[in-house]
């Protein structure tokens, strides 16, 4: 039932070495920056960038209200002491604001810690919700991976106390949903359990205070080579060599993480055990849920974050979509590493994060998964350039032209009795527009229809009909005509 | 063609002395703030009050598509100097972050300088653009007020060189469309220019490099007596008696107003004279656009901010809608004034703005107009509690649920079926869930239908299909199933 994935540390995806994916990333990223009126690091969307992340959320958050999820919204800054001691090493990259005489403030980090507090605050045992927001981190944005330091986050979360892995199952599921219908390629889902890693810890002779920033370099592993992650949790971080090399052991490749199952040493770790029994409830749920072609266990996942507490999972795309990469390869082989666009997707269970709000320390347990939009827009943004069709970045169904000068007013009479009747029309702002240059501006952004007045129309009580992609055009009488668009620019 | 309004110092709202309504705001806004895992004068949006925004947003959304809007979105941070002299004495109330080595940055204040860098950065000239963010300011929040530090602006703007006072017409038109589907009662828009007020200010004898300053005093006769606003001109600001008791003759009456129209001192300021003649453009397209009846021409109108340089607006609610308050008077009495819950939404022209973000100084014309959106949640939020009609928070067609125990791996696979063929669904995260909390959780949460699974019905391929309202409950196979939830969910 378990698929056993073989982490490769011969091919990895090594920050100082572009790959030609990067590269892809690398111009727009540049070509959006190369200006000194706007901070490194953010980014603003145009029209089209917009059109393209509706959809997407369109997608995303159609899948979470399927999945029966409310909304809730926090403030873009929290009091700075509910963001310490969360993030673990990642806490210098946390954004403070300027104390100008009052609290001190910095920059949401992620929505799940917001998340926690607004559970503990309102005492709120239970609910299923999701949050679109953007978050902040004071990243050095380097120049070749596409990073930002404002991105979105999409974050889907289960709270409470119900029967193991079956809200944690529905998270994979959302992921797997969400990621088949955005058609972004094939992809994978690792998933993990921090029981399993910290009984492998424990069991490796690593100290129990070291578990958390050991977990945080062993994170590296799909990013650096296992020589330059054993060097920094040796001779940064303070760890026994022994110690390493047992690590190295068990994230090292497949046979080890089979035997791991029935590892007699493994066991006597209760935490282990009881992790690598939820791992196998939760392929089962999975099996029902008609995912597990996605879903593989990994060893080596272990998710730079403090708060995960049980399973934690991460998505990866396994095909670089449209850039220009090196040809894939079908099975489960090194080489497919190197095609990797990195994580698109991740989460896991957190069943500690909203006692530390709560000033009895009363636990909601926790799970959930946050989509890594950004990536997903730039593939999508990508794919777009790529195609042929033509992105619209208005809905507007009719264009209220005239056809000689000095109409002025009857178009503005024509396109309110439009806009009344809840059609999108726009008019061009000039007194005396040109009829050319109004049909050249239907063209150029999609308007599909043209509502022509002339001196002619207006004395018959008619408005020429024109369709922008046939040139088509045909009277209408005024009385009919607001049916007659309704009845063309219906879907 | 003009209306005339009288602005009232008699009848003021101030903020001295609390209304009827603004306690109403108090109690919600007390409420949602006693509390100190939070920074003072942000809030969190819980699943309620979340529904109840989308559905404002989706109607200020939809007209704005209708009006042949595209959408842009910027960071919430700007580099502090984009930010700098553009906000007039308000500028004290800019977000900084801290230093933390790089460059100074600001929480945006509006959505409009970042529109006008964002213009000026891309070169682009013209632009009919949306824009729905959250912007920042350092305000004191008066717990009187119900105002928030971090709070939701609508923008919508249009850029480009056109033939003068059609875009203009076409923003407040916007506002009447809003206004009107929202339903919130009776409205009326302001409308002045920073022309005529110049001119005015140029005739009574205040020096030049005084007219913004005195422009923001005169802003506050909204919210103040005349007598305060004469005091902070002459005493605070300096200004000489005799000019504040001249602006006093010019913003003090009706018969005054109309008089400006003919007024010979008044004609000889250029600027006057066309910013009246606009005036007069302005309200014919407000004819042809059926909103005059909402409009007037209000001389005591300034608007605090600097950079508008020709027609501004405001529009303010005419009756507390829900709130427990006098009697409405039909007439344009000074009473009326005292219901006033505050502009819900303003803006103006702003010709020199994306200018400022030229390096060759480039003006691009810009008008445009803000929803004050904050404001209408509230009054939102206070219709929804007074109404009987209950607030759903998700959109949940089908509760899937067990009739006995031990079904869990029936409703997984039920409930795969359901969201993959697109069915809004849930179940309870429980192994064994009694039937009636099942049903209960569809009471409480309106779910419509309840598609119950029993060993019964499993046998015979069937699922008991409950209407949770009716209590009615039928066999259907499961063959149609889903044909018949999308049947009877389908509206």
Redesign the interface.
Same mark, same amino acid.
């Given at each position: 039932m378990l698929a056993i994935t073989i982490p490769t540390h011969t091919c990895v995806w090594n920050s100082a070495i572009p790959s030609v994916f990067d590269s892809a990333f690398d111009l727009s990223w540049i070509k959006n920056h190369l200006?000194d009126?706007?901070?490194?690091g953010? #980014? +603003?969307?145009?029209?089209k960038q917009?059109?393209i #992340?509706?959809k997407v959320f369109n997608t995303i958050v159609s899948c979470f209200?399927?999945?029966? !999820?409310?909304?809730? +919204?926090?403030?873009?800054? =929290? /009091?700075k002491e509910?963001l310490t001691g969360k993030y673990g090493e990642d806490s210098k990259l946390i954004? +403070?604001? %300027?104390?100008?005489g009052g609290?001190l403030?910095s920059?949401r980090y992620d929505l799940t810690v917001p998340f926690a #507090?607004?559970l503990?605050?309102?005492k709120i045992t239970n609910? *299923?919700?999701y949050h679109i927001a %953007?978050v902040?981190r #004071?990243d050095n944005p380097a120049m070749t991976r596409g990073r930002y330091r =404002?991105f979105y986050q999409c974050d889907f979360d289960?709270a409470?106390q119900?029967?193991a892995m079956?809200?944690d !199952?529905?998270c994979l %599921?959302i992921v797997h949903?969400i990621l088949s219908e955005l058609d972004l390629g094939d992809f994978r889902i690792k998933v993990n359990d921090r029981r399993i890693l910290d009984g492998m810890f424990a069991v490796c002779g690593v100290p129990d205070n070291m578990f958390r920033t050991i977990c945080s370099t062993v994170d590296k592993l799909d990013k650096l080579p296992w020589e330059a992650v054993k060097n920094e949790m040796v001779n940064e971080k303070g760890l026994s060599e022994e110690a390493a090399d047992q690590i190295g052991v068990y994230v090292g490749g497949m046979d080890l993480a089979e035997r791991l199952l029935q590892d007699q040493k493994m066991c006597q770790s209760t935490q282990a055990c009881a992790g690598l029994t939820d791992i196998k409830l939760l392929f089962s749920?999975l099996q /029902?849920?008609?995912v597990t072609d996605k879903v593989v266990f990994d060893l080596s996942l272990a998710r730079g974050l403090d708060y995960y507490t049980g399973i934690i999972y991460e998505a990866i795309l396994t095909q670089a979509g449209v850039a220009p990469v090196a040809p894939e390869t079908s099975n489960e082989a090194p080489t497919e590493e190197c095609v990797t666009v990195g994580s698109v997707a991740g989460g896991g269970r957190y069943d500690g994060l909203v006692g530390m709000?709560d000033p009895k320390g009363r636990k909601v347990p926790c799970v959930g998964v946050s989509i890594g939009i950004e990536r997903i827009f730039s593939i999508m943004e990508q794919k777009a350039e790529a195609s042929t069709e033509k992105i619209r970045?208005?809905?507007?169904q009719v264009m209220v032209a005239a056809a000689q000068k000095n109409l002025? =007013?009857e178009r /503005?009479?024509l396109i309110?009795e439009l806009?009344?009747a809840?059609? *999108? !029309?726009?008019l061009m702002?000039? %007194?005396s527009p040109k009829l050319l240059s109004q049909l050249q501006h239907c063209e150029e952004s999609g308007i599909p229809l043209v509502a022509i007045l002339g001196e002619q129309e207006l004395k018959n009580g008619v408005v020429k009909l024109r369709n922008v992609a046939t040139r088509d055009e045909v009277d209408i009488s005024r009385a009919d005509l607001i049916a007659e668009i309704k009845k063309r620019t219906s879907a």
């Open positions: 200006t009126s706007m901070f490194q953010t #980014r +603003d969307y145009n029209p917009m059109a #992340r509706e209200k399927r999945h029966g !999820a409310e909304t809730i +919204d926090t403030p873009v800054f =929290e /009091l509910t954004y +403070d604001l %300027k104390d100008q609290e403030l920059l #507090r607004y503990a605050m309102n609910i *299923k919700r %953007k902040y #004071r =404002e289960i409470g119900y029967d079956i809200p !199952a529905e %599921k949903e749920y /029902l849920f008609q709000f970045t208005t809905e507007v002025l =007013e /503005l009479r309110t806009w009344n809840g059609i *999108k !029309a726009e702002y000039k %007194k």
